[in-house]
């Protein structure tokens, strides 16, 4: 159990990897977890992200550790197929890198039929799990756990205790129970109807109203979604979300999460927001774009 | 606010000290936070401690911090004087040096008038002051905090962010509600009268039963009091605490507190004996003395 995500990431930093040492992440992809990676002296390499995921020819032939969102991708959304994810996995075999997967929000599937996570098609100990319950349940819960292999438990348990002993046990132990009783899994198919509903919503919206300015980019879980910005500059994208924060909408532009060279886009996040509130949102980012 | 005194320390650790740099601590000492600070690749220095405190002279000429617990010493129990406090603050000016004040049980004093702490002492912004509610409230809530100086606090956030982002709101929101309906201090005063007859009563038994073999160091504050073991070796202590341990009765030894060169000693720690079964685990370690 670590405090979110974020906590198992910068312990997975610091028993991963040596100063110097190379971390792949993808491209655009979740700035933390880079970060984390930069805090433990890595140099950090970014990799390109296709429909399929992250582009396993595009990694370096050695490195420490590759950082990646499978199962909903960090900010585009799309999903790892099963061919990517075998084939990262013989990278890694290859290249000697540990695979950091973090599993951050797909409690919240829609359809689709669920693809093996890569620590379950993992035949050399080669991948760590993370993931938390800061979407299924609340971000300041704080709650995350990580699944790493035996031969990284003694140096994650040595970092955990230097970092801060252990967590606040009675949360874990209300969490515990919360579990037990059913009442998480209750809880998490009742929100799953409500955020599809609002992703089902958005997704309508952009099709009907935004083509051909923004082109959703599929996706089949979690709590936003992304779409490509064609025929315009990252700065334009910017200017409009300036411009949207100041209406009260706030849109998070994909080029603030790239290193490299990537499409305009902009992400848009539907945890937070009510279901009929979404029209008047988009409403404002219509009007924003219109008189661009 | 951290995660206890030991992400305070962790952190600290990270924005203090440069691979290779000098930390003082004295000696004997606190483990874990000599960790916090080899973990950032510290060359930690032990400093003996007297009946004032740590050893001012005794210091390295420069160091990047100074680890002290100056309220109540872990492990011996004594009290820093503020002869010794203000000389402390002049090497730290001297040697440029952070001083890290960990004041970590002393919401519970037991008659003796308070000193200030460095951190009030502190004219040139060197001194961090940390504590927790571990003692006061709950281990287990894993609250602490860090006062620190104004041109570390943007270094200090940036670790925290990537170390964890932030602690558990719900915990933080009930524990101010603790404190501000005056419940914290309630506690804390019945629990001081507990602790205290606890104190008393380890001391008398000690004093009335133990002489010669074990001196006790007068201490003022705080959930532990330490003995000074005349006339046997670190390995004598460590045998009959062995045998206590045996018998159910837990213990721990000032040499393994130690790095350097101590005197031998036995520290009793009262959080969390009842009053009436310290006579019993007492009787259990003057028989193992006494056949030894």
């Given at each position: 159990?670590?405090?979110?995500?974020?906590?198992?990431?910068?312990?997975?930093?610091?028993?991963?990897?040596?100063?110097?040492?190379?971390?792949?992440?993808?491209?655009?992809?979740?700035?933390?977890?880079?970060?984390?990676?930069?805090?433990?002296?890595?140099?950090?390499?970014?990799?390109?992200?296709?429909?399929?995921?992250?582009?396993?020819?595009?990694?370096?032939?050695?490195?420490?550790?590759?950082?990646?969102?499978?199962?909903?991708?960090?900010?585009?959304?799309?999903?790892?197929?099963?061919?990517?994810?075998?084939?990262?996995?013989?990278?890694?075999?290859?290249?000697?890198?540990?695979?950091?997967?973090?599993?951050?929000?797909?409690?919240?599937?829609?359809?689709?039929?669920?693809?093996?996570?890569?620590?379950?098609?993992?035949?050399?100990?080669?991948?760590?799990?993370?993931?938390?319950?800061?979407?299924?349940?609340?971000?300041?819960?704080?709650?995350?756990?990580?699944?790493?292999?035996?031969?990284?438990?003694?140096?994650?348990?040595?970092?955990?205790?230097?970092?801060?002993?252990?967590g606040p046990t009675a949360t874990q132990l209300a969490l515990a129970g919360f579990i037990d009783e059913g009442r998480l899994a209750t809880h998490v198919r009742r929100m799953r109807r409500e955020y599809e509903l609002r992703r089902d919503r958005i997704s309508m919206v952009l099709d009907r109203v935004f083509r051909p300015h923004l082109r959703p980019i599929p996706t089949a879980a979690g709590l936003h979604l992304a779409v490509t910005c064609d025929g315009v500059t990252h700065d334009t994208v910017a200017g409009w979300l300036a411009e949207c924060a100041k209406d009260g909408v706030a849109l998070q532009a994909i080029g603030d999460f790239a290193l490299g060279d990537v499409a305009p886009g902009i992400m848009f996040g539907f945890g937070g927001i009510p279901l009929d509130r979404i029209d008047e949102g988009l409403r404002r980012l219509r009007r924003v774009i219109g008189s661009s």
């Open positions: 159990m670590t405090n979110g995500v974020q906590q198992a990431l910068a312990l997975l930093g610091q028993v991963l990897v040596e100063p110097g040492d190379v971390v792949a992440v993808e491209d655009p992809g979740y700035p933390p977890a880079r970060r984390a990676f930069e805090a433990a002296r890595a140099t950090v390499v970014p990799v390109p992200v296709d429909e399929h995921g992250i582009v396993v020819e595009r990694l370096p032939q050695q490195a420490a550790a590759v950082y990646v969102t499978p199962a909903h991708q960090f900010p585009l959304g799309v999903r790892m197929s099963l061919a990517r994810r075998t084939a990262l996995l013989e990278w890694a075999d290859a290249a000697g890198a540990a695979v950091v997967e973090d599993d951050y929000d797909t409690d919240f599937r829609y359809g689709a039929r669920p693809i093996d996570p890569l620590h379950v098609l993992d035949r050399s100990g080669r991948v760590v799990y993370v993931g938390s319950f800061s979407k299924s349940m609340l971000p300041t819960l704080r709650v995350g756990y990580c699944v790493a292999p035996a031969d990284l438990l003694d140096a994650l348990r040595r970092a955990r205790f230097v970092a801060d002993w252990h």
